[in-house]
């Protein structure tokens, strides 16, 4: 991260909304009252600049040979203004929502997959991550301050940027990330408390004593965020002061945060879209993923000026119109004749936000849990859009005992319309609460900004400071008890923890084993119940929220000692600290040592491991480790593990005399009489036995034994090649052995070995070594006339475990997959080996079992592959209905999700044959994807790396 700014000179606070981006400014020895926001200057038109207060959260690619005037040095995007209007006239070229990629488990949030589901072929069209999008809206607010300020650049300035309270920590540092690669160094602030000390800036002493005498000396105060994006929650306690001589007189406290919604204005869009859609394309019809998301922008257009959201801040209001067009441009389309046209009526929209959005909803309401949300443009938007009855959960779980919030502040472009901001408030007050006070919102798109500049001058001392802490409690996995039951977590940073206060385990020994890199298992909670730092809790499933994992890697001296098989444990203590920009810091400390060690963990960001868990985007429970089987005994070590690694050493180590060629062959065998039967080795048993053949790889070449056996083994100790934090390593040292192939290539079983083993690791292989290996495959696989030139002196054998390993192969491009399997498809013509089908399957399955969604081949192909499976004879294909299923299941992602038509007709055909209720449902609604077909590509459970050992 950029070093922070020594002497600032200005607090200047930056709103990234999903919608829009704000930013306002003050001087650091100003008073609240003087706050101002910064036009951000940015393209209108193709060569116009203008200064406006909102900066439209989009990039645009222009076409080739469009070439829009570069005044910012934004290519090859355009931003601003221009780009929204060209991104409602230009279908798939433009990238929205990047906030809301930026907390997308199921993708590579590093990956240059946006914009989202345009075609594969596009002409000239540059993609970026999520993280590298935001970077850019960033960089593009830099150099405009910049050119405005230049004896004040932006990267000197105290700069505080918001997030959304519900942001977990990996999307809150990759928001700190997206910062620095803009050249800046940023305190994160929650955008309720930022909405809220922007009333507090407008209120001022007085109204916030006037909120007091009227809620009786104490405000519980309600604050509801609707964004672009996400609805946001909190709840702030206003009170008197102690009175205490140098105490302020009014203590403001955040008491709670809602769970992450990725619900907001986008939804509303969505919605709109969707009653629209038939209307311009007729029943039953539908619009390719680029032109729907035309429509949506249109949608979103009529919205804001059907709802009074439209009008910039200051501009004179008028009265909304009665109704508003919503245009969608045919491809290519310049002639308003080509376009596709209908109206929205205003009634109509307050119809759909009002009843969909804002329904009546009781105290006692929860959210439904229902399998069939608006989902769009791979964004797992809430499967409830009613933000009512998440309102009604949230204060019932955080406020307990009371009937409901005396105050309501509420913030985002929604509540511009009277008639929403009044519905919510009515739904409350129909709670039987205390009167409810809605505080006045002077302008819900500048307030955030705003706000976070008057946090930075609280900071200084120049006004009420928000005091709360964290909003969650972080815990750490334990090793599950022996005799069963739930697993313990200890308390590493409570909820409620200040910023800067470093927090231990006090009284909690642990044994850490180094030498090797070690994951960690991390969950949050935003439970009411106030643990300790220490404290060891059973981790109920409702209660808390599974995170990316953190990991750890050692010293050099550690590392040797691994490498020589010395296991080592070193008794250290947990430390865990809410830093001051808002991002969490754990650490284990090594005690009772002279000068003690400090192992930071570290959250694995990246896209190694992250497939287990892309069942939460598909509507089910998150499953960020890989799924654990019931293991038969206990974890090996000591003299067994000792004696299995003795064996390995025996026939791979150095050259001797007294190994049989029948002990090479039995290897195997001798491992599972020491450790028990193969299922049964858990993921630390399994690397510490890889660990041990590794070094010895060359020995793989003394005889086809030695060789078929090393493939056998690697394969299965590595599977599926993530989910233990030394992983990157081992694959990374065993991806060089795939270039020299075999020394035995007569050798039929060898082959099949070989091949299996890259298949079992395909997962932790990176999408370089994935084409690498089609590379070598694709000349074996291909029809005879595509006349690709096999390469010299390879002969491969087992090609049909080779083409179960090609289409595992998820991170390969997705038209290369596509071409593997139309290959595959024509074989079916002849042969009927049912193995090719169920390739076909795993090549064309919309959710991936490892890969970033990004990776899912285009469901024009999966089409036309479902085309000729509808023609097969089910009953005589076993692996026909497993196939459909996956080629055909329901994403609710318009750009993965194969036609209505398509499904009716697999659906149908499923029942026919009697398939199981879970693979119908699977094809007819969005289902979760089940830990059964996720296990049996994982494998083994992820090693804990912790283990109490004392009070």
Same mark, same amino acid.
């Given at each position: 991260?950029?070093?922070?700014?020594?002497?600032?000179?200005?607090?200047?606070?930056?709103?990234?909304?999903?919608?829009?981006?704000?930013?306002?400014?003050?001087?650091?020895?100003?008073?609240?009252?003087?706050?101002?926001?910064?036009?951000?200057?940015?393209?209108?038109?193709?060569?116009?600049?203008?200064?406006?207060?909102?900066?439209?959260?989009?990039?645009?690619?222009?076409?080739?040979?469009?070439?829009?005037?570069?005044?910012?040095?934004?290519?090859?995007?355009?931003?601003?203004?221009?780009?929204?209007?060209?991104?409602?006239?230009?279908?798939?070229?433009?990238?929205?929502?990047?906030?809301?990629?930026?907390?997308?488990?199921?993708?590579?949030?590093?990956?240059?997959?946006?914009?989202?589901?345009?075609?594969?072929?596009?002409?000239?069209?540059?993609?970026?991550?999520?993280?590298?999008?935001?970077?850019?809206?960033?960089?593009?607010?830099?150099?405009?301050?910049?050119?405005?300020?230049?004896?004040?650049?932006?990267?000197?300035?105290?700069?505080?940027?918001?997030?959304?309270?519900?942001?977990?920590?990996?999307?809150?540092?990759?928001?700190?990330?997206?910062?620095?690669?803009?050249?800046?160094?940023?305190?994160?602030?929650?955008?309720?408390?930022?909405?809220?000390?922007?009333?507090?800036?407008?209120?001022?002493?007085?109204?916030?004593?006037?909120?007091?005498?009227?809620?009786?000396?104490?405000?519980?105060?309600?604050?509801?965020?609707?964004?672009?994006?996400?609805?946001?929650?909190?709840?702030?306690?206003?009170?008197?002061?102690?009175?205490?001589?140098?105490?302020?007189?009014?203590?403001?406290?955040?008491?709670?945060?809602?769970?992450?919604?990725?619900?907001?204005?986008?939804?509303?869009?969505?919605?709109?879209?969707?009653?629209?859609?038939?209307?311009?394309?007729?029943?039953?019809?539908?619009?390719?993923?680029?032109?729907?998301?035309?429509?949506?922008?249109?949608?979103?257009?009529?919205?804001?000026?059907?709802?009074?959201?439209?009008?910039?801040?200051?501009?004179?209001?008028?009265?909304?119109?009665?109704?508003?067009?919503?245009?969608?441009?045919?491809?290519?389309?310049?002639?308003?004749?080509?376009?596709?046209?209908?109206?929205?009526?205003?009634?109509?929209?307050?119809?759909v936000v009002l009843d969909g959005f804002f329904p009546e909803a009781p105290a006692d309401a929860r959210p439904q849990r229902g399998r069939g949300g608006l989902v769009a443009f791979g964004l797992p938007y809430e499967r409830d859009v009613a933000i009512t009855r998440h309102v009604a959960w949230f204060f019932a779980r955080h406020a307990p005992g009371s009937r409901g919030p005396t105050a309501l502040l509420l913030n985002g472009g929604v509540f511009r319309a009277r008639r929403v901001a009044e519905r919510l408030a009515h739904a409350i007050e129909r709670w039987g609460g205390p009167p409810l006070e809605v505080l006045p919102y002077a302008d819900p798109d500048l307030a955030v900004a705003r706000g976070a500049v008057a946090y930075g001058l609280a900071l200084a001392g120049r006004g009420v400071r928000i005091e709360g802490g964290a909003a969650r409690g972080y815990y750490v996995g334990l090793e599950p008890p022996a005799g069963g039951g739930p697993r313990p977590a200890v308390c590493v940073v409570p909820r409620g923890a200040k910023e800067g206060s470093v927090h231990a385990a006090a009284g909690r020994t642990f044994a850490l084993v180094v030498g090797r890199p070690v994951r960690f298992d991390l969950f949050a909670s935003d439970d009411a119940r106030a643990d300790r730092a220490g404290d060891i809790v059973p981790l109920e499933e409702d209660r808390f929220e599974p995170l990316p994992p953190v990991a750890v890697a050692f010293d050099a001296g550690d590392a040797a000692r691994a490498a020589a098989g010395k296991r080592a444990e070193v008794r250290v203590q947990i430390e865990g600290?809410?830093?001051?920009?808002?991002?969490?810091?754990?650490?284990?400390?090594?005690?009772?040592?002279?000068?003690?060690?400090?192992?930071?963990?570290?959250?694995?960001?990246?896209?190694?491991?992250?497939?287990?868990?892309?069942?939460?985007?598909?509507?089910?429970?998150?499953?960020?480790?890989?799924?654990?089987?019931?293991?038969?005994?206990?974890?090996?070590?000591?003299?067994?593990?000792?004696?299995?690694?003795?064996?390995?050493?025996?026939?791979?180590? &150095? +050259?001797?005399?007294?190994? @049989?060629?029948?002990?090479?062959?039995? !290897?195997?065998?001798? *491992? %599972? =009489? $020491?450790?028990?039967?193969?299922?049964?080795?858990?993921?630390?048993?399994?690397?510490?036995?890889?660990?041990?053949?590794?070094?010895?790889?060359?020995?793989?070449?003394?005889?086809?034994?030695?060789?078929?056996?090393?493939?056998?083994?690697?394969?299965?100790?590595?599977?599926?090649?993530?989910?233990?934090?030394?992983?990157?390593?081992?694959?990374?040292?065993?991806?060089?052995?795939?270039?020299?192939?075999?020394?035995?290539?007569?050798?039929?079983?060898?082959?099949?070995?070989?091949?299996?083993?890259?298949?079992?690791?395909?997962?932790?292989?990176?999408?370089?070594?994935?084409?690498?290996?089609?590379?070598?495959?694709?000349?074996?696989?291909?029809?005879?006339?595509?006349?690709?030139?096999?390469? &010299? +002196?390879?002969?491969?054998? @087992?090609?049909?475990?080779?083409?179960? !390993?090609?289409?595992? *192969? %998820? =991170? $390969?491009?997705?038209?290369?997959?596509?071409?593997?399997?139309?290959?595959?498809?024509?074989?079916?013509?002849?042969?009927?080996?049912?193995?090719?089908?169920?390739?076909?399957?795993?090549?064309?399955?919309?959710?991936?079992?490892?890969?970033?969604?990004?990776?899912?081949?285009?469901?024009?192909?999966?089409?036309?592959?479902?085309?000729?499976?509808?023609?097969?004879?089910?009953?005589?294909?076993?692996?026909?209905?497993?196939?459909?299923?996956?080629?055909?299941?329901?994403?609710?992602?318009?750009?993965?999700?194969?036609?209505?038509?398509?499904?009716?007709?697999?659906?149908?055909?499923?029942?026919?044959?009697?398939?199981?209720?879970?693979?119908?449902?699977?094809?007819?609604?969005?289902?979760?994807?089940?830990?059964?077909?996720?296990? @049996?590509?994982?494998?083994?459970?992820?090693?804990?790396?912790?283990?109490?050992?004392?009070?």
């Open positions: 991260m950029s070093a922070p700014a020594k002497n600032p000179s200005l607090i200047v606070g930056i709103d990234l909304g999903t919608t829009h981006t704000v930013v306002a400014w003050a001087e650091r020895d100003a008073e609240p009252g003087a706050i101002r926001v910064f036009p951000i200057p940015q393209l209108v038109t193709a060569t116009e600049i203008e200064a406006r207060p909102l900066l439209p959260s989009l990039l645009y690619a222009p076409l080739p040979g469009e070439a829009p005037a570069d005044p910012f040095g934004d290519a090859p995007f355009a931003l601003g203004e221009h780009a929204r209007r060209r991104g409602g006239e230009v279908p798939g070229r433009l990238i929205a929502s990047a906030k809301s990629w930026l907390c997308h488990p199921a993708v590579d949030r590093t990956a240059p997959i946006l914009p989202w589901g345009a075609d594969d072929d596009a002409a000239a069209l540059p993609r970026v991550s999520p993280l590298d999008a935001s970077a850019r809206i960033l960089a593009h607010v830099r150099r405009t301050w910049d050119d405005a300020f230049p004896e004040r650049p932006l990267a000197e300035q105290e700069v505080v940027l918001t997030v959304p309270a519900s942001f977990d920590q990996v999307a809150r540092e990759l928001t700190v990330e997206a910062a620095r690669r803009a050249g800046l160094s940023a305190r994160l602030l929650e955008e309720p408390q930022a909405a809220f000390y922007d009333f507090m800036r407008l209120a001022g002493a007085q109204g916030l004593d006037g909120l007091l005498a009227r809620s009786g000396g104490e405000a519980m105060v309600l604050v509801c965020d609707v964004g672009g994006g996400t609805t946001d929650l909190s709840l702030i306690r206003v009170a008197r002061g102690a009175g205490a001589a140098g105490a302020p007189p009014v203590e403001v406290a955040r008491v709670a945060v809602g769970h992450h919604l990725l619900l907001g204005g986008d939804n509303m869009d969505l919605a709109l879209a969707h009653l629209c859609e038939p209307r311009l394309v007729g029943a039953g019809e539908k619009l390719d993923p680029a032109r729907f998301g035309q429509l949506v922008l249109a949608c979103r257009a009529a919205k804001e000026r059907l709802l009074g959201g439209g009008a910039e801040p200051g501009a004179g209001a008028s009265a909304p119109p009665d109704e508003a067009p919503v245009t969608v441009l045919s491809h290519g389309a310049r002639l308003v004749g080509s376009a596709l046209t209908t109206r929205l009526g205003r009634a109509e929209v307050e119809g600290e809410l830093t001051a920009i808002g991002t969490l810091d754990l650490a284990c400390v090594e005690l009772g040592a002279p000068a003690p060690r400090r192992f930071r963990l570290a959250f694995q960001l990246r896209e190694e491991g992250r497939g287990a868990r892309a069942g939460e985007a598909e509507g089910g429970a998150p499953a960020e480790r890989a799924p654990a089987r019931p293991h038969a005994a206990a974890t090996p070590g000591g003299k067994r593990l000792d004696e299995a690694r003795e064996a390995i050493e025996r026939v791979f180590g &150095k +050259g001797r005399p007294d190994v @049989a060629p029948r002990e090479v062959k039995n !290897l195997v065998r001798e *491992l %599972e =009489r $020491v450790l028990g039967e193969r299922a049964t080795w858990t993921t630390e048993a399994a690397r510490a036995l890889f660990d041990t053949l590794a070094p010895s790889a060359r020995s793989r070449r003394r005889s086809a034994d030695h060789e078929r056996v090393f493939w056998s083994l690697a394969g299965y100790c590595l599977r599926p090649g993530f989910g233990d934090a030394g992983d990157p390593a081992r694959v990374a040292a065993l991806a060089p052995l795939f270039a020299e192939k075999l020394a035995f290539p007569q050798e039929a079983r060898s082959w099949q070995q070989f091949w299996i083993a890259w298949r079992r690791v395909a997962a932790g292989l990176d999408e370089a070594l994935q084409v690498a290996i089609r590379d070598l495959a694709d000349p074996f696989l291909a029809p005879a006339e595509q006349r690709l030139k096999k390469p &010299k +002196g390879v002969k491969p054998e @087992a090609l049909d475990d080779l083409l179960e !390993l090609c289409a595992s *192969l %998820e =991170r $390969v491009p997705a038209g290369r997959r596509s071409e593997l399997g139309a290959w595959v498809l024509e074989r079916t013509w002849t042969d009927r080996d049912a193995r090719l089908w169920a390739a076909i399957g795993r090549i064309g399955a919309r959710v991936p079992a490892y890969a970033s969604v990004h990776h899912v081949v285009s469901p024009a192909a999966a089409e036309r592959w479902l085309d000729h499976l509808l023609r097969e004879k089910w009953e005589e294909l076993p692996s026909a209905a497993p196939a459909a299923v996956q080629l055909a299941r329901r994403t609710g992602d318009r750009a993965r999700d194969v036609s209505d038509r398509t499904r009716g007709e697999v659906e149908r055909r499923l029942v026919k044959v009697g398939a199981p209720e879970a693979w119908v449902r699977a094809v007819r609604e969005v289902m979760a994807v089940e830990e059964a077909e996720r296990a @049996a590509f994982f494998g083994e459970g992820l090693p804990v790396g912790l283990r109490l050992v004392g009070e």
